[in-house]
């Protein structure tokens, strides 16, 4: 992580900081244009560590948005634990997200809003079906999730 770190402050990122070996990353930059960053972020990546991923970014004001967002939160005998968000890279076409048909275990829900993926999974997410190279298929977009606790330890490191 120090070295993805280097990496990212080589562009002009400022404050940069990993939290825990995940590949999340939270930063500083003058830009506003996420399009740009992502690429730019993904191209040094490539070049750096000779491996491609997809950069996926968002806002402090968006995790924030993300954070209190969260359908399932106030449900009942919702165990945070087995909350997750899956973040998308573009929001999914109407159509798609309609057409999705995702054969859910038993209790699990999703929700689509925007660019998130909100997720509960009572059984573990390890045993959901509900996992990224799904999303990325049936909504045509790359997507990573993260745990509750990371989700919101990602907004708190924002601040």
């Known amino acids: 992580m120090a070295d993805l770190v280097k990496t990212l402050e080589s562009l002009g990122f400022k404050n940069v900081k990993t939290y825990l070996q995940s590949g999340n990353v939270i930063f500083e930059y003058d830009s506003n244009d996420i399009a740009e960053i992502e690429g730019s972020i993904e ?8 491996f491609s991923v997809d950069v996926i970014i968002r806002t402090k004001d968006e995790l924030e948005n993300i954070v209190k967002g969260n359908p399932f939160i106030k449900e009942l005998d919702i165990e945070l634990d087995k909350l ?17 048909d995702v054969n859910t275990a038993e209790n699990e ?31 045509n977009t790359a997507a990573t999730t993260r745990n509750w606790k990371t989700t919101n330890k990602l907004l708190e490191l924002s601040s």
């Open 84 to 100: 997750h968000v899956t973040f998308l890279s573009d929001i999914p076409d109407q159509k798609a997200v309609l057409d999705l």
């Open 109 to 139: 829900k999703f929700e689509i809003i925007g660019r998130e993926v909100y997720l509960y999974c009572p059984n573990g997410y390890a045993r959901t079906k509900l996992k990224n190279d799904m999303f990325e298929k049936k909504l």
């Open 43 to 50: 191209r040094k990546i490539s070049e750096t560590f000779s």
